[in-house]
């Protein structure tokens, strides 16, 4: 099955400064890579995704980039706020109507 | 506004004991699944199903037991509680127009 690898497991960050999370995934087949944002207590939040047809997608202070041939993906954060503190999960699968496999997730700390 | 909601909230229970965890989703989603979450684990996927009557193992289905009898709830079921699935439970239903995965708010279990 798919397997998802997520780093740093957590990652402190001046307000203002950028964010940067990297996942990489072994299932060659997958072609959808959603980004989850859960807040303390809660469920996680689809926040963004990417499909395999697009290299980088924007919205925002995120971003998320795709590398195919090297099987990794990111998010990217710019000028940090403190809502932005949470957990971050990437997530992997064969497409849209397909079960998730998720990496370990990040809590991100924003420091005022 | 539709919803999926999860209950118990909390739940302590004893080891040997059988518990069953409700999720109940009115967006007539056709995938749902069940996931845990353990620190340092991320999400980790227990059952899903994508349609009535149909039901999938995930990748730690071992003790645990699900049913699709309608389109809008997927209990879960513990046979016989261990302390190794203490933990907390998500639901998601999946929009799949769009493989948004919503999240219940989790249900908190303590196998003492």
């Known amino acids: 099955g798919e397997n998802v690898e997520q780093h740093p497991s957590t990652l402190s960050v001046q307000e203002g400064d950028s964010a940067v999370i990297k996942c990489t995934y072994s299932d060659s087949a997958s072609n959808y890579f959603p980004w989850y944002k859960q807040e303390l207590g809660k469920g996680p939040q689809l926040i963004i995704d990417?499909?395999?047809?697009?290299g980088e997608k924007k919205d925002q202070r995120i971003a998320v980039t795709l590398n195919k041939t090297a099987k990794h993906f990111s998010l990217h954060i710019t000028e940090t706020q403190p809502e932005d503190s949470a957990v971050y999960f990437c997530?992997?699968?064969?497409?849209?109507?397909?079960?998730?496999?998720f990496g370990a997730g990040t809590t991100v700390t924003v420091r005022a | 506004d539709a919803e999926i909601t999860q209950s118990p909230r909390h739940k302590i229970t004893e080891t040997g004991r059988q518990v069953t965890l409700a999720c109940h989703q009115t967006?007539?989603?056709?995938?749902m699944f069940w996931y845990r979450q353990d620190l340092g684990h991320g999400l980790r996927l227990i059952h899903y199903s994508y349609g009535v009557h149909d039901t999938n193992k995930g990748e730690v289905s071992d003790g645990y037991s699900v049913s699709r009898s309608n389109t809008e709830d997927l209990p879960l079921t513990l046979e016989s509680a261990a302390s190794s699935q203490t933990s907390v439970y998500f639901c998601?239903?999946?929009?799949?127009?769009?493989?948004?995965?919503?999240f219940g708010e989790g249900s908190r279990l303590t196998v003492l």
């Open positions: 990417i499909r395999s047809n697009v």
């Open positions: 998601a239903s999946q929009d799949l127009s769009s493989g948004e995965l919503f």
């Open positions: 997530a992997a699968s064969r497409g849209r109507d397909y079960k998730l496999s």
């Open positions: 967006w007539n989603h056709n995938n």
